[in-house]
């Protein structure tokens, strides 16, 4: 399926910049009055708790000019997105001390690198740059603004005793000229200066935040290492989560086997073990015993059908997903709809289709067994991934317990890195919603 790009990545680059130039202006002109409170009150803070840092009081004033300094940079960091800038991912601020008690998370942003390099940012950084931009942004659009409309206000202004223009002052010619001369001479000067800035203002704005932009992302972001720790966290508590699945599922394969059909068997073998000894001395017996050991034979036939289905069908490797799906409503003990919003000609992973197929028949199981309804249905589409969406209209009240149906679910999909989301009320609906992402091979 091929996408069609917007309006707003085929304009000239020209017209884009000039769209932002409002955004960019509604983040550059209030920057002092930021700037000069963020500097003016974490330095008041700062300094009071480091003047009384011999004393327990002196720490805890420290930490609060901490926090003013976070709560300025976060504030930036929202500023910088309201002006159109990608969002910059902010630090995870328990990660020093999460198990901590409340002391040691009281005094964690002390050894917390991120809350030094905000206070930094706020107490001297972001003063320093911020003047100077505020200062370039204000000089520059007035003289843009101003050359513009000086053919209207210069009418009014007092030009005292000078006989010079703008124009003639600039080249040399010192020449006296009128009153009138001298306002057009000056409005023709102004306006075409007025034009030069009032065209490069788009790149100035754009290059004075990227500035700020630049300044955030290497100040207040994540550390890329606290990332890439983040990532491993997940991958390894992940892959915990799908051996876990996988020996609930084995476990329960082996219940289920050991409660079903290998007692049907014994049973079987105990039966024809009966009939052979009464074939001769009782053949009406021995006629029943085998009637018996056939219908033995048969359930026990049944139930390995039944557990089969734990396992990919033929018809989902030779099919696809949505036909497994169908086949799997047939057989449902529930009347299940398959509605399909996959788009037309989408191939999916075989190993993500497998995993779908499984989430989504234990969901209509429980539904058969613990919810009493009556209908079922399934959806699959993409939304970052494939999205599978069970939903069933019994009493609801669903619950996750460990070992059971909804956890088992749960761990399978978060082996996979997805996630599954449960809503549930007394009285139903139940939907579960697994999202899975694309499986990399």
Do not use: C
């Not at 003063?127 to 000089?139: C, H, L």
């Not at 390894?236 to 086997?257: C, P």
């Not at 009493?395 to 989301?421: D, F, K």
């Amino acid at each position: 399926m091929t996408d069609t790009p917007s309006p707003a990545k085929t304009a000239p680059l020209y017209a884009r910049l000039w769209r932002g130039v409002p955004r960019e202006l509604g983040f550059l002109l209030p920057l002092l009055p930021i700037v000069v409170a963020g500097l003016s009150i974490t330095a008041s803070v700062f300094f009071t708790g480091v003047g009384m840092i011999f004393i327990v009081v002196g720490i805890f004033i420290v930490l609060a000019a901490l926090y003013i300094g976070r709560g300025f940079g976060m504030f930036e960091l929202i500023r910088l997105r309201g002006a159109g800038f990608p969002a910059i991912t902010a630090p995870k601020w328990d990660r020093v001390a999460p198990r901590a008690g409340w002391f040691g998370k009281a005094i964690a942003p002390t050894i917390d690198g991120h809350y030094w390099l905000y206070l930094l940012h706020t107490m001297i950084v972001n003063p320093i740059v911020g003047i100077a931009t505020w200062t370039i942004t204000i000089v520059w659009t007035s003289i843009g603004l101003g050359g513009l409309t000086y053919w209207y206000w210069g009418r009014f202004t007092s030009n005292g005793d000078r006989t010079w223009s703008f124009w003639g002052g600039t080249f040399g010619d010192l020449t006296p000229l009128s009153q009138q001369d001298r306002f057009v001479s000056d409005g023709v000067f102004l306006f075409a200066l007025g034009v030069v800035f009032t065209l490069t203002l788009p790149f100035i704005t754009r290059g004075l935040t990227w500035v700020h932009y630049g300044i955030a992302r290497g100040m207040l972001s994540a550390f890329l290492s606290e990332a890439l720790q983040q990532q491993v966290t997940g991958l390894a508590s992940s892959r915990s989560a799908a051996v876990a699945a996988e020996g609930t599922a084995l476990r329960r394969l082996e219940r289920d086997i050991h409660d079903g059909p290998q007692q049907r068997l014994v049973r079987l073998q105990m039966d024809l073990a009966a009939a052979d000894r009464q074939l001769d001395s009782d053949p009406a017996a021995a006629r029943t015993l085998l009637e018996e050991a056939l219908q033995q034979s048969k359930d026990a036939l049944d139930e390995l059908r039944a557990l089969s289905r734990g396992f990919a069908p033929p018809i989902l490797l030779d099919r696809g997903l949505v036909a497994a799906l169908e086949s799997l409503a047939v057989r449902a003990a529930v009347p299940t709809t398959i509605i399909d919003e996959l788009p037309e000609g989408t191939e999916l992973p075989a190993e993500l289709e497998r995993n779908a197929y499984f989430i989504a028949a234990e969901a209509l199981t429980n539904a058969a067994k613990h919810a009493e309804a009556s209908a079922a249905t399934v959806t699959v589409s993409l939304h970052d991934g494939l999205q599978l969406v069970v939903a069933d209209d019994g009493r609801g009240g669903a619950i996750s317990v460990a070992g059971h149906g909804i956890a088992g679910l749960a761990e399978r999909v978060h082996g996979l890195g997805g996630t599954l989301e449960l809503s549930s009320p007394d009285g139903g609906p139940t939907v579960v919603t697994a999202h899975l992402p694309f499986l990399e091979a």
